[in-house]
């Protein structure tokens, strides 16, 4: 069954603490993107990568790291320099040559 | 930035038609999207139009572009109450090959 799976769906984060989401992707697919989503709003773009060992900042990327080391993973670290990380993580992906974007089921993130 | 504008609110009859708007900023924006979010839940891709069109049809949903006016709007036919949920439209951008999204549009179906 072919798709893009983000782990976990609920993830908590004390204070001081960085944290890593999972997205990964058996489509096939070149490009990875992170997006955020806070209540009532759009997405925002935090990170992208169009191919492996490369990505670029998106909009929101100051307290935000990622990797990609394989074509089909591309994890996101939040880390402690993100002071308000409360929000819903998107991960989605895209082929190349196509230019529709596909979407994980999402991450809620929660402060403690 | 400039932003993708929509609608905060829609609310119809079930069995009616729904019109969501949006209006987009980028001219040279070559991709528009709209997807469907149910609660905490991700993204579905309903369906795009490329820039050059003017109308898309795809079973009950169709999608108007006026390029002129940078206005995008998805009507949905015979509105169900499974059809509850936030509404997208989305621009692809620039290089970088990322969406831009407006806020959402909720929809609620009466039944």
């Known amino acids: 069954d072919g798709g893009i799976t983000q782990s976990p769906k609920y993830l908590f984060r004390k204070e001081g603490q960085n944290v890593t989401l999972s997205c990964e992707q058996n489509?096939?697919?070149?490009?990875m993107y992170w997006y955020r989503q806070d209540p009532g709003q759009g997405l925002r773009l935090i990170y992208y990568?169009?191919?492996?060992?490369?990505?670029q900042k998106g909009d929101i990327a100051e307290g935000y790291s990622v990797s990609r080391e394989k074509k089909e993973s591309f994890p996101l670290t939040v880390t402690s320099a993100q002071k308000n990380p409360t929000a819903f993580y998107l991960c989605?992906?895209?082929?190349?040559?196509?230019?529709?974007?596909?979407f994980g089921p999402g991450t809620r993130l929660l402060v403690l | 930035g400039e932003d993708v504008e929509q609608s905060l609110f829609l609310s119809v009859r079930e069995g009616d038609s729904s019109v969501i708007n949006c209006t987009y900023t980028?001219?040279?924006?070559?991709?528009l999207y709209w997807y469907k979010q149910e609660p905490g839940a991700g993204l579905q891709l309903l369906t795009y139009i490329f820039s050059n069109m003017d109308m898309k049809q795809d079973q009950r949903l169709t999608v108007l572009l006026n390029k002129k006016d940078k206005h995008l709007s998805l009507r949905i036919a015979d509105t169900q109450t499974g059809d509850s949920a936030i509404y997208f439209c989305a621009e692809l951008r620039g290089g970088r090959r990322a969406l831009t999204f407006g806020s959402g549009t909720r929809l609620q179906v009466q039944p």
């Open positions: 990568s169009q191919i492996v060992n490369d990505f």
């Open positions: 989605a992906s895209r082929r190349t040559a196509k230019e529709t974007q596909y």
């Open positions: 980028d001219s040279s924006s070559t991709y």
């Open positions: 489509l096939n697919h070149d490009a």
